[in-house]
């Protein structure tokens, strides 16, 4: 197959897919398959159906002209697909919680603290929120004072809980966040319950202050710094927690040790996000091992109608609509992760969706990664912890690039 016909192909296939998801949603509007990422399985999809109809007659062939990598990531992101469509909608949600205990959460949390990363807006806000009501203190960890004052003011008058605290913490500046855990627990005789839940989605590769890709410094560096330095102020809580914020969109990528930043090949953000979220599972899973005290664990909220979504992602959230859930649907993991006794009795390092551990790999993905890939993962995060740590300080609210990243 010369380069040509393959690119006609591709082409019909891609066209194809876009009708056929139009239709599927009884969408009348545009839609832009580079705003929606999913809408390039669709071809994938069809691709397959065709070679099963054909008898598999030139399935080698194809592998042969698109090489094994190509293959297997169509069949990630396929698989990921049709499986967020039965699982990860409203629907979804609605289907798992015919199962969940309601007397999980029928608890106080009164003494008990949570910093809650993200909070004023989203899966954050709402589970600051759910806290708030059974009594928690609550650590409202923010980018922007005026919304976090605005939600707490919510947050407050709703539950009748006072104990809400504001910090202002922008999670991209890893030394900053690494200055705010050190002065935290200096000033906090404990922390119960750390839920990562800020992240951001950038389409366009820029830098901050800190030389570091603004996806990863916020979605990973971020996390990683801030987890790491309040370690010891948890392990002498009591029941200790921590909870990360992951996606479903992991599970189609494998870790990638040699390119943290990005800084090879197309930036795709959609892409570099899920790369994140899978970074984020792989921390937790070594946080479990090396900290037992502790019980950490990582999850997905499926898809949620929040402002990041809607910003970040436009033609999807368009187009899902009511399908995405609802933000409290979208914390229901976390909340009962953080606060159910029965959480906590389950295994340390796992991934959860819907208060169920589910496989953080697709069956036959080749996303696995091996010790010495991990290793080199964790080296090279605290290599560059130290360095930003032993930098002097930097304008970080100089001028960067124009564009301004989406926070969850």
């Not at 069809?46 to 002209?65: K, M, P, R």
């Not at 007397?103 to 949390?109: A, G, M, T």
């Not at 996390?223 to 809580?237: A, D, F, G, N, R």
Request: with cysteine; aromatic share 8%; charged share 20%.
């Amino acid at each position: 197959m010369n380069e040509l016909n393959k690119l006609y192909l591709l082409t019909s296939l891609h066209c194809q897919g876009v009708l056929f998801l139009k239709k599927c949603y009884s969408s009348a509007v545009p839609v832009e398959s580079s705003k929606c990422p999913f809408l390039l399985l669709l071809p994938h999809v069809i691709l397959v159906c065709h070679s099963v109809a054909q008898g598999l007659e030139n399935w080698h062939t194809f592998i042969e002209d698109c090489g094994t990598l190509a293959i297997m990531s169509m069949y990630r992101n396929t698989i990921w697909f049709l499986n967020g469509i039965h699982q990860y909608t409203r629907k979804g949600y609605e289907a798992a919680s015919k199962d969940f205990e309601p007397q999980d959460l029928n608890v106080s949390v009164v003494g008990r603290s949570f910093m809650v990363t993200g909070a004023n807006s989203g899966i954050g806000r709402a589970t600051a929120m759910a806290i708030a009501k059974k009594g928690g203190t609550v650590h409202m960890v923010c980018r922007n004072r005026d919304k976090a004052e605005e939600a707490r003011t919510d947050i407050v008058n709703e539950s009748g809980n006072t104990e809400v605290y504001i910090h202002i913490v922008d999670m991209s500046q890893t030394r900053k966040v690494w200055e705010f855990a050190e002065s935290f627990r200096k000033q906090y005789p404990s922390l119960n319950v750390l839920i990562n839940n800020a992240g951001c989605m950038v389409h366009k590769r820029e830098l901050t202050a800190e030389g570091l890709e603004k996806n990863f410094a916020t979605n990973t560096m971020g996390v990683y710094v801030l987890t790491q330095t309040l370690i010891p102020l948890l392990q002498k809580s009591r029941d200790p927690r921590v909870i990360t914020v992951s996606s479903g969109g992991m599970l189609v990528q494998k870790l990638k040790v040699n390119d943290l930043q990005s800084e090879k090949g197309y930036f795709d953000g959609v892409m570099i996000y899920a790369q994140n979220k899978r970074q984020q599972v792989v921390l937790t899973q070594q946080w479990a091992k090396a900290n037992p005290v502790i019980h950490f664990s990582v999850m997905h909220p499926g898809w949620v109608d929040t402002p990041a979504v809607r910003s970040s992602m436009p033609q999807f959230h368009h187009m899902m609509g009511d399908r995405l859930r609802g933000v409290e649907q979208g914390a229901d993991t976390v909340v009962w992760l953080a606060l159910s006794r029965v959480a906590s009795r389950t295994c340390s390092g796992q991934f959860f969706q819907d208060r169920k551990r589910v496989p953080v790999h697709l069956p036959l993905a080749w996303t696995h990664s091996s010790a010495e890939e991990i290793q080199s993962f964790m080296t090279q995060l605290e290599t560059l912890a130290q360095a930003i740590q032993l930098q002097p300080d930097v304008d970080l609210n100089g001028p960067l690039s124009p564009s301004r990243p989406q926070f969850v």
